[in-house]
């Protein structure tokens, strides 16, 4: 992965490589008062850098900087662009580096914000956006609770945070900090000790919920989420102990699905007395009711959004075969609540990246998407993304299939999880789809994207209902 450093260009940007972006940097020091500028006097210009597009923006622009510059400097925020006059306006980042005697290239320097005039810049989109920045720095100092990780500080704060934390385990932090992913109320961060990392993790809205239920899942089912050694509730945060080991999609071993399928049912087992503690820390409300009381307004809401499709392919769905789809879809929910399996924890995001793996272990990760439900929703996600990865080799899943429903035997029937198994594939959809709630959303749902998405997942809604139907067709001939 490689990121190339260039001085700003004043003028315009023309043009730009379909596969890069690049970034004006407005790397702060001295807890915001000095801003670093690509010149020696006015009119300044900012330190630039191309980085890969679609891969994670923060890890790049740290990179850069460091590489270019020799600055260690993490990401506060993406502040707006206030030119309006084209449409190729250029990308800015807030940055901050600890260093107070950073040492800079040639033809570079430090500036102090409270001698800037309007002057100061040879463009003018520079000098409004760092006017904007500072007015935006003196919100997050009052919003301090609220929108923690956008002020200069911050970083320093937690560095020392962390490190009385694990004074108790007797660790020191001894290398850089890694920060994966950046915003003003968002936070995820690897912090180097001198035996295993620790990672801290904050999250803000929508997704608060993540908090009380990592911390939650952490003491009630140690080894199977990392171990949770400490929280910051004003900043909806945690501390928790690296697990060693690689993403599932990482490992070479194919026995490591089994062992993550076996895994999640041990979770899930162990889970049976607690759901109704996690529902109340506000995990998804997946529950055989629950779906059954969102069919009707979900195809409502579906044969709206199919009329406004203006071209096909891909195929839109007229109203009776919504209809059909929504008789289909409360006789397999019926199905499912004749079974009588109990509700238990569910991942709404179980993918192989959320997944880390040992010789002899599995955990699981990223926990904003928890549900309450049926157990086999869950095992459903994790079986399309292993089918993706291995289309040739229906093996493994059958194999990945076997370990799963083995510990569920141990306390279900055979006939009944089979049964169960055979529903799983249309109502793991549908429970995905409506478990995001955005179709309730007609703000988002006027955004082109979104709504094409949503008739994607009811066209395989409509497909599995399909199959589903040819299944039973089969076995009771």
């Not at 009052?142 to 660790?171: K, M, N, Y």
């Amino acid at each position: 992965m490689s990121s190339t450093a260039v001085e700003c260009d004043p003028r315009p940007v023309a043009s730009r490589s379909a596969s890069q972006d690049l970034y004006r940097l407005l790397i702060l020091r001295k807890n915001g008062s000095e801003l670093l500028v690509a010149s020696n006097r006015p009119p300044f210009t900012l330190p630039c850098v191309e980085v890969p597009r679609w891969e994670r923006v923060t890890e790049q622009l740290n990179e850069a900087v460091r590489n270019r510059y020799g600055i260690s400097a993490i990401c506060l925020f993406v502040p707006e662009s206030w030119d309006t006059t084209t449409t190729k306006r250029p990308l800015y980042q807030v940055m901050e580096t600890r260093a107070s005697a950073s040492t800079v290239p040639d033809e570079m320097d430090w500036l102090a914000l409270e001698s800037i005039s309007v002057r100061s810049f040879a463009d003018q989109q520079d000098l409004l956006t760092v006017k904007a920045v500072l007015g935006k720095i003196d919100g997050f100092q009052i919003q301090a609770t609220i929108e923690p990780f956008g002020r200069p500080g911050w970083i320093g704060e937690l560095v020392s945070w962390v490190q009385s934390e694990i004074d108790l385990h007797e660790l020191r932090l001894t290398g850089p900090v890694r920060q994966l992913n950046a915003s003003p109320t968002y936070a995820l961060l690897r912090l180097e000790t001198n035996e295993s990392a620790v990672w801290f993790k904050a999250v803000g809205e929508p997704n608060l919920r993540e908090f009380p239920i990592s911390v939650a899942l952490s003491r009630l089912f140690p080894g199977f989420v990392p171990t949770v050694v400490a929280t910051r509730p004003s900043w909806h945060g945690w501390l928790a102990m690296e697990f060693g080991g690689s993403t599932l999609d990482e490992v070479p071993d194919a026995r490591a699905w089994d062992q993550a399928a076996r895994t999640l049912a041990r979770l899930q087992i162990a889970s049976l007395r607690t759901t109704d503690q996690f529902l109340a820390d506000g995990c998804h409300d997946l529950r055989t009711d629950s779906l059954l009381a969102s069919v009707d307004p979900f195809v409502d809401v579906m044969s709206q959004l199919m009329e406004e499709q203006k071209n096909s392919p891909p195929v839109i769905l007229r109203k009776s075969e919504l209809l059909t789809l929504g008789e289909q879809l409360t006789e397999a929910l019926s199905d499912l609540a004749n079974l009588n399996i109990p509700d238990t924890l569910g991942h709404l995001d179980f993918n192989p990246g959320n997944i880390i793996c040992s010789a002899d272990q599995c955990v699981f990760v990223d926990w904003a998407e928890t549900c309450v439900g049926s157990p086999f929703l869950t095992l459903q996600y994790l079986r399309e993304h292993l089918e993706r990865l291995q289309r040739k080799d229906t093996s493994l899943n059958a194999n990945l299939v076997e370990a799963y429903e083995t510990e569920w035997h141990k306390l279900l029937s055979p006939e009944i999880v089979s049964a169960a198994m055979s529903l799983a594939p249309v109502l793991a959809v549908f429970a995905y789809a409506v478990g995001a709630t955005v179709w309730r959303n007609a703000t988002i749902l006027n955004e082109p994207t979104t709504a094409a998405y949503l008739r994607s997942l009811t066209r395989r809604m409509h497909l599995e209902a399909i199959r589903l139907r040819e299944r039973r067709h089969t076995c009771s001939s």
